[in-house]
């Protein structure tokens, strides 16, 4: 087969960048090692930056977004007995939009099949040949048969455990990363969110994360041990340590009921360089993690996918290499400064198996300092909206 663009991954990378090249005619193919079912009952992402969101328009698969996502103008930040609230409309004149990861893909992947994109599940052993060259191919297997694709570009879009890293040389790469010695247990219900906004709860029992993805779907999320397991929780034991993190005012009206989704996430922070080699470009969660705390993972995956395609764009209709040439450096400055604002929110949340009194001290004072200026509540607004691209 060839193709001009393979594209390895069918997460929200792989497909958006996708939908964006079908929109300038350039021809891609998917290559997806999970089966469609499976990507969409992943339960990841509930926040969008408008800069993802304008692409999705671009992309021309916004219209279900528009209609049932919410858009936030603000979020509460608690701790112990004080909450504040940083109001990101009034002061980065930006909001965010809460509408799940899984509705984008899904909404990703309606757009593919109804543009006649193709797109092969199922895939296994995917690998990447020639990247350093001008005619690189990738091959994989489907149920046991061998197939080849030649093309001019491969996107290595297949997440944090994907291939595509591991095809660019050591000699080459240079990975920097920081594993945080806590997790995050995630609950989905079929409740009424607490709150109207997102609530960040610094508590002393540890962090806690009151989040939604509709009017009747909840999600929330305390921070545990990297050595529990979901199957440690009841859903009751759960509620009652949220209960115990979150304002009183909140506990008291939070309404519980049974999980629909139970799992633990580990945090890290993990940025490799660079995110091009050759004719091989890295996107997304194949390229960086972010602990979750700055809603940031899929929203750098945006940016980077927004890099890629102009750069791609520039090169087939145009002619001109400097885009695809700019690539690394250009995503990388942006990656790096959402990596600082994920682990200082990360920092400003959690409780530290190793803080001391004197760490305890700082946070607190760092939260002081928040609530009560406005340069700094201008610095976290603009961040949390997302840094332009
Ligand atoms: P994905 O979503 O991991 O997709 C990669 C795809 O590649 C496939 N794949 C392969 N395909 C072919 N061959 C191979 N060898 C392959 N290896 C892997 C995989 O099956 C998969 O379908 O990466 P992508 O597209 O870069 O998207 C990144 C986002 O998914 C991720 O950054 C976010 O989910 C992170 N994240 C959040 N991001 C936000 O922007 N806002 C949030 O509110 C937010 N909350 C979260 C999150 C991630 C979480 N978890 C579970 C990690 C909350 C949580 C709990
Ligand atoms: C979510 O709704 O899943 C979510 C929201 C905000 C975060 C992380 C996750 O910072």
């Known amino acids: 087969m060839k193709t001009q663009v393979a594209i390895i991954g069918g997460g929200p990378s792989g497909l958006l960048l996708a939908q964006l090249l079908g929109t300038i005619g350039v021809e891609s193919i998917v290559l997806e090692r999970q089966t469609k079912d499976y990507v969409l009952a992943r339960i990841r992402a509930g926040v969008l930056e408008q800069g993802l969101v304008r692409m999705l328009e671009e992309a021309g698969c916004a219209d279900r977004l528009h209609a049932e996502g919410h858009v936030h103008d603000g979020a509460l930040i608690s701790y112990g007995e004080e909450d504040f609230r940083i109001d990101f409309k009034q002061l980065a004149q930006a909001s965010v939009v809460v509408y799940g990861q899984t509705e984008v893909t899904r909404d990703l992947y309606t757009a593919r099949e109804k543009a006649g994109g193709q797109i092969v599940f199922n895939?296994?052993?995917?690998?990447?040949?020639?990247?350093?060259?001008?005619?690189?191919?990738?091959?994989?297997?489907?149920?046991?048969?061998?197939?080849?694709?030649?093309?001019?570009?491969?996107?290595?879009?297949?997440?944090?455990?994907?291939?595509?890293?591991?095809?660019?040389?050591?000699t080459v790469r240079r990975e920097y990363e920081k594993i945080y010695p806590f997790g995050w247990l995630g609950v989905l219900s079929e409740t009424p969110p607490v709150h109207d906004e997102l609530i960040y709860a610094n508590s002393k029992r540890g962090f806690a994360l009151c989040s939604m993805r509709s009017d009747h779907l909840s999600r929330y999320y305390i921070q545990c041990s990297l050595s529990e397991s979901p199957a440690d929780w009841t859903d009751a034991a759960f509620w009652e340590e949220l209960k115990r993190r979150i304002p009183t005012d909140m506990a008291e009206k939070l309404v519980t009921g049974?999980?629909?989704?139970?799992s633990i996430a580990p945090l890290r922070s993990f940025v490799t360089e660079p995110m091009r080699w050759g004719r091989l470009f890295l996107c997304?969660?194949?390229?960086?993690?972010?602990?979750?705390?700055?809603?940031?993972?899929?929203?750098?995956?945006?940016?980077?996918?927004?890099?890629?395609f102009q750069g791609l764009k520039a090169f087939y209709l145009e002619g001109t290499e400097a885009g695809i040439d700019s690539y690394s450096a250009k995503a990388l400055r942006r990656v790096w400064k959402v990596e600082r604002f994920s682990w200082w929110f990360?920092?400003?949340?959690?409780r530290y198996p190793d803080q001391s009194e004197f760490d305890l001290k700082m946070q607190l004072a760092e939260l002081d300092f928040l609530r009560s200026n406005k340069a700094a509540q201008l610095a976290m607004a603009q961040n949390y909206v997302g840094l332009p691209y």
């Open 123 to 170: 895939v296994e052993h995917v690998q990447i040949h020639r990247a350093d060259c001008d005619n690189p191919h990738v091959t994989y297997e489907v149920d046991g048969q061998a197939h080849r694709i030649d093309c001019d570009f491969i996107a290595g879009c297949d997440g944090f455990h994907g291939v595509s890293r591991q095809a660019i040389p050591l």
């Open 346 to 350: 990360s920092s400003l949340l959690h």
């Open 258 to 262: 049974p999980s629909i989704e139970k």
């Open 284 to 308: 997304g969660d194949a390229a960086h993690i972010v602990p979750p705390t700055g809603a940031k993972g899929l929203n750098t995956a945006a940016s980077d996918v927004h890099y890629l």
